[in-house]
Structure formats: structure tokens, C-alpha cells
């Protein structure tokens, strides 16, 4: 018997709570988050805070892909939106320092270096990815991401992205993304950019 594979759809901002609580849930161990706020109950505290804020902005910049059920989501950027304006950076600064406090200043310095590594070509831009930690493993993940490139694939685009987590790697790499560049945060987390072809 053939298992079914999950199926997946575009978010909109009714289904705010849901992809954030997946997303949330999905980066309370992740590096680059580990980084900024250190201590894990005030990360807990912090991350749907500021997923809110990342995944609204996300909405309305590109496209946000999630399972049927909440499970994973995939909030990407579309070409011409992969770099935030001005005007979208200072809008959301505050509510930023308001969220992480003393370690806005480590989480300025992570999004600085993210920001001087993304690709000036056009492309689909996936800014972030995530599967409930207790969903992992069973596809919907890899689905999530399977729905944001296949808007890639028919426009014929290329599709890039960025980890803190080595665990991904070959996630992404069974995807279709190839490491071409790296770069380290001072005193913090190592990220790798990939790209994935047009196709």
C-alpha cells in the first residue's frame, strides 16, 4: 500500500498562528538561534514573537507553503523581494529590540552577514523552513520545500538558501542544492548558501 504523501498549500495571514508555532518549534535548537538568545527557556519565550513578525513580512514579500495540517511550512521570498527595503528593515527594527532585548545585538550581526551573502541574481529565496519537532522525519518537511520549488520550477528559476545546521546538508543537497559559499559569524555559528538550478 502506497503511503500518501502530505499535501501542501499556500499560507495565508489566517494561518499566521499555525506555520509560526511549526516554525518556532522547529528552531528552538538551531544554531544561529542558539546563538542569539543562549538560554533556551528565554529563546522559547522569544521565537514565536518573532516569527510573527517574520513570516507576516514573508506573506506579504513572496510566498508562504505549508502542510494540510500545520505540520511544516516554508516561508520563501520571490524574485525582485529577496532583499527587504529600507523601509520594511526600519519598520520592523523596533519591534525586533523589543523581542530580544540584549541580544538584538547578536541578532543584528546574524542578519547583517545574511544579508551581505544573498545572491544579487534573481532567484526564489527560501528564508526559512520548518517542521514541528514532532512531525520530523515523516515527509512533511521535505514536502513543505518540494511545494516552494515547484513555483520556482515554472517560473524557471533558481533557488537559494542558507543554514546554520550541518544536519541539513544533505537534506537540501537530495534537493537539488549545491554549497556555494560559507561564511562564519564572529564568535558564532557557522552558515552554508546554496543554490539550486533553474530546472
Not at 104 to 121: D, F, T, W, Y
Not at 161 to 188: C, M, S
Request: hydrophobic share 45%; aromatic share 8%.
Amino acid at each position: 500500500m502506497e503511503i500518501e504523501k502530505p499535501r501542501c498549500r499556500r499560507a495565508q495571514m489566517a494561518d499566521l498562528d499555525t506555520v509560526v508555532a511549526a516554525l518556532a518549534d522547529a528552531f528552538q535548537n538551531e544554531p544561529a538561534f542558539s546563538y542569539i538568545v543562549p538560554r533556551a527557556e528565554k529563546r522559547r519565550a522569544a521565537l514565536p514573537r518573532a516569527f510573527r513578525i517574520i513570516v507576516g513580512e514573508d506573506i506579504k514579500a513572496g510566498r508562504v507553503m505549508m502542510t494540510a495540517g500545520g505540520e511544516a511550512a516554508t516561508a520563501w521570498r520571490v524574485p525582485g523581494r529577496v532583499h527587504e527595503s529600507r523601509l520594511d528593515e526600519a519598520r520592523t527594527l523596533l519591534p525586533f529590540i523589543r523581542i530580544f532585548g540584549t541580544a538584538s545585538l547578536r541578532a543584528l550581526k546574524v542578519s547583517n552577514m545574511i544579508k551581505a551573502h544573498l545572491p544579487g541574481e534573481d532567484c526564489w529565496y527560501l528564508h526559512m523552513a520548518g517542521c514541528h519537532s514532532g512531525n520530523q522525519g515523516k515527509g512533511f518537511g521535505g514536502a513543505a520545500i518540494r511545494a516552494g520549488l515547484a513555483c520556482a520550477d515554472a517560473e524557471r528559476s533558481k533557488a537559494y538558501l542558507e543554514t546554520a545546521d550541518p544536519k541539513n546538508l544533505p537534506i537540501y543537497r537530495a534537493l537539488g542544492f549545491e554549497i556555494v559559499h560559507t561564511w562564519q559569524v564572529p564568535a558564532g555559528p557557522q552558515f552554508w548558501g546554496m543554490m539550486r538550478a533553474a530546472r
